[in-house]
């Protein structure tokens, strides 16, 4: 591909089956089980209806939302005087920073999250300067924090950093602090009217809690992204030393600081309730180290060290990241197999292999394979188990693939269910023609 020269993800693959499932009148979490948060499976659909399974259209419109993030945080350094001179310098260092990895540069959850993560910080910001309105500020803080876990529910963990900021650094008074919850309780009190209105409202608030505590998807080891972000991490460090210790700032500078050094402290915690280990989750990461790097490179006053240090980050860290990525795709889960068998039909998986999708469409509401272990595994009472079979009923996949079996323990409990397929093979039934 132009823009992407790796296979599909297996996160990609899951993305573009409910976007593509959803878009067949079903519904996020009372008809498909997945981890995602609401207004992303709401994107993700709108993508699907314009451009199908199209792995262009998820790098372009990735790229514009990259490149709108860059735009924006640059022209808010500036706008606040983050750093004593005007300087395009952040944009170029953001741009690098996103090609540490190649799934940074598609469209995600945590890229759709983050945009709006990254207004709520802009409108931070904004409260350092003295002097300044800041009703509707405040209002708009919370507004886009609430957005952002509703795109992706990580996020919800940035509600404690927009009240502990907001207060500490930012001295909200108690009329400010109600006004930022209730514009970020808004956007989710809207999306529980729509799953009440659509009568999922109790399947929503079942479900969307087990997404904390089911298993984590290791994709790629925390040492892959030590070894590739020990440089900027090293310059971000040396960024801070250097702003704290070698030079004077004012005390909007100096609440600015503070508000990016929470801002990586809570984007690190994130990192313990991310459920799928992968690159793209550092997103959050980025406009952090971003204002840090550009600390070092406007305080060091070795010019020639300043040159290699910024060619090996704008040209090195990009070159690197392709030829390490590239070098994991043979022995990696990450990546989606072609796979041997191909299935023309709906085909649901109760297993981590999704590459029988890559040719079928999802025929049954197990999308998320660990969220939906967790979620058959739960005790239920005889109303819980009839939503539970009409359920599978309303989907009925013509192929299941069974490979640790809990389709076939899920049969055991609903006989008239166990009528209606026949086990063709080892792991695989088959609907009864």
């Not at 704008?314 to 990696?332: A, C, F, N, Q, R």
Request: net charge neutral; hydrophobic share 50%; aromatic share 16%.
């Amino acid at each position: 591909m132009i823009f992407n020269p790796f296979p599909t993800t297996s996160p990609q693959l899951m993305w573009m089956l409910l976007g593509e499932r959803l878009g067949e009148g079903y519904y996020l979490y009372q008809d498909v089980i997945d981890d995602i948060g609401p207004l992303s499976a709401g994107f993700f659909t709108f993508v699907d209806y314009l451009f199908g399974r199209n792995m262009l259209a998820y790098e372009v419109i990735g790229r514009l939302l990259i490149s709108f993030q860059i735009l924006y945080w640059n022209s808010m350094l500036i706008k606040f005087k983050a750093f004593d001179i005007n300087t395009y310098l952040p944009a170029i260092i953001m741009a690098a920073l996103f090609h540490f990895s190649f799934d940074l540069l598609s469209l995600s959850p945590a890229l759709l999250g983050s945009t709006f993560l990254i207004l709520a910080l802009g409108q931070l910001f904004s409260q350092t300067v003295l002097q300044q309105d800041t009703s509707e500020s405040t209002l708009l803080i919370g507004i886009y924090a609430g957005l952002a876990t509703g795109f992706h529910p990580n996020y919800i963990l940035f509600l404690p950093y927009m009240i502990f900021t907001g207060i500490a650094i930012s001295g909200f008074s108690f009329r400010q602090l109600m006004l930022s919850l209730v514009g970020y309780f808004l956007p989710l009190l809207l999306i529980s009217v729509f799953y009440f209105w659509n009568g999922g409202l109790e399947e929503a608030v079942q479900i969307w809690p087990l997404t904390f505590l089911s298993e984590k998807y290791v994709y790629q080891s925390l040492l892959d992204w030590f070894i590739l972000g020990i440089f900027p991490i090293s310059l971000a460090g040396l960024g801070y030393f250097m702003a704290t210790i070698l030079r004077a700032a004012t005390i909007n500078q100096q609440k600015q600081r503070q508000l990016v050094i929470i801002w990586l402290l809570f984007s690190v915690a994130q990192f313990f309730l991310i459920k799928k280990q992968a690159s793209f989750q550092l997103v959050i990461l980025i406009p952090g180290l971003t204002y840090l790097i550009t600390q070092f490179f406007l305080n060091i006053k070795k010019e020639m060290l300043a040159k290699i240090a910024f060619y090996l980050l704008v040209v090195g860290l990009p070159v690197v990241s392709v030829l390490y990525w590239h070098d994991k795709i043979t022995d990696s889960e990450y990546f989606v197999d072609k796979g041997t068998e191909t299935y023309s039909d709906d085909v649901m998986v109760l297993g981590n292999d999704l590459a029988p999708y890559q040719n079928a469409r999802l025929g049954g509401p197990f999308l998320n394979y660990h969220l939906s272990k967790i979620y058959l595994a739960q005790d239920r009472d005889l109303r819980e188990k009839a939503r539970l079979f009409q359920m599978l009923q309303k989907q009925m996949p013509s192929t299941i693939l069974d490979p640790n079996g809990d389709f076939e323990k899920l049969l055991k409990q609903f006989p008239a269910l166990e009528h209606q397929y026949n086990k063709t093979s080892l792991g695989v039934f088959t609907v009864k023609k």
